[in-house]
C-alpha cells in the first residue's frame, strides 16, 4: 500500500526558514518523480515544485523560486522541502504527490494528508 | 492565478448530471494530457480521471473526461450526496514549465 505522510509543518515568523519533509513507502521511490503541492486555508490547490526520480531535475513555482528548494533522499524514501524568507502568503496546507507517468501520460496518483505550515507574527 | 479556468460551483439534485468545465490555453491543455482530482472536505486530493477520459481502478463509471481544443470537460451522472467536493482540473504547461490547476469547482447536490 502506498503511502506518503507528511511533517515539519508549524508556526513561523515572517522571513523564517521550515524544512518539510514527506516519508514514502509502498512502492520503489527512485522511480517517480515526486511534487509538492499547496492549498491556502479556504483556497484552491497550488502547485509548488517537482523533483525528477534520480534528484536530477526541478522545477518551481514562480512564487516560490529563489526562496524554496526541493531535493530528496533516494536511500531514505524521503522528500523535502526547505522553505526560506518565507511570507505570510505561504500559509498553507502543503501535500506531498506522487507523480505516475506512462507512454508520456502524468498525473498525481497518490497524495499525502498535508502538513500545516503558518506564517504569521 | 490559476491559468486554468473552472466554474466556482455547480449544482443539480440526486440522480441528475453535472458537467465542470476547464478552460486553458495551447500551452496546457491543448498540448498536454489533463487529469481531474476531487476533494471532499477536510480530505486530501483524489485522482478521479487521468490522461483526458480514463478512470483509475474504482471509480465509478459516473465520472467521464473528455477533451477538445484547449478545454475539457469533467462530467458526472447519477449524482449522490457523497459527490459533494471541490473538483480541481491539472495538466503541465509546456510554456511555464509548471504544472497548473484549474481554479477548482465545488458541486452542490440539492
Known amino acids: 500500500e502506498v503511502q506518503l505522510v507528511e511533517s515539519g509543518g508549524g508556526v513561523v515568523q515572517p522571513g523564517g526558514s521550515l524544512r518539510l519533509s514527506c516519508a514514502a513507502s509502498?512502492?520503489?521511490?527512485?522511480?517517480?518523480?515526486m511534487h509538492w503541492v499547496r492549498q491556502a486555508p479556504g483556497k484552491g490547490l497550488e502547485w509548488v515544485s517537482l523533483?525528477?526520480?534520480?534528484?536530477?531535475?526541478?522545477y518551481y513555482a514562480d512564487s516560490v523560486k529563489g526562496r524554496f528548494t526541493i531535493s530528496r533522499d533516494n536511500s531514505k524514501n524521503s522528500l523535502y522541502l526547505q522553505m526560506n524568507s518565507l511570507r505570510t502568503e505561504d500559509t498553507a496546507l502543503y501535500y506531498c504527490?506522487?507523480?505516475?507517468?506512462?507512454?508520456?501520460?502524468?498525473?498525481?496518483?497518490?497524495w499525502g494528508q498535508g502538513t500545516l505550515v503558518t506564517v504569521s507574527s | 492565478q490559476s491559468v486554468l479556468t473552472q466554474p466556482p460551483s455547480v449544482s443539480a439534485a440526486p440522480g441528475q448530471k453535472v458537467t465542470i468545465s476547464c478552460s486553458g490555453s495551447s500551452s496546457n491543455i491543448g498540448n498536454n494530457y489533463v487529469s481531474w482530482y476531487q476533494q471532499l472536505p477536510g480530505t486530501a486530493p483524489k485522482l478521479l480521471i487521468y490522461?483526458?477520459?480514463k478512470r483509475p481502478s474504482g471509480i465509478p463509471d459516473r465520472f467521464s473526461g473528455s477533451k477538445s481544443g484547449t478545454s475539457a470537460t469533467l462530467g458526472i451522472t447519477g449524482l449522490q450526496t457523497g459527490d459533494e467536493a471541490d473538483y480541481y482540473c491539472g495538466t503541465w504547461d509546456s510554456s511555464l514549465s509548471t504544472y497548473v490547476f484549474g481554479t477548482g469547482t465545488k458541486v452542490t447536490v440539492l
Open positions: 509502498g512502492f520503489t521511490f527512485d522511480d517517480y518523480a
Open positions: 490522461d483526458n477520459n
Open positions: 523533483i525528477s526520480g534520480d534528484g536530477g531535475s526541478t
Open positions: 504527490a506522487k507523480e505516475r507517468c506512462t507512454n508520456g501520460v502524468c498525473y498525481f496518483d497518490y
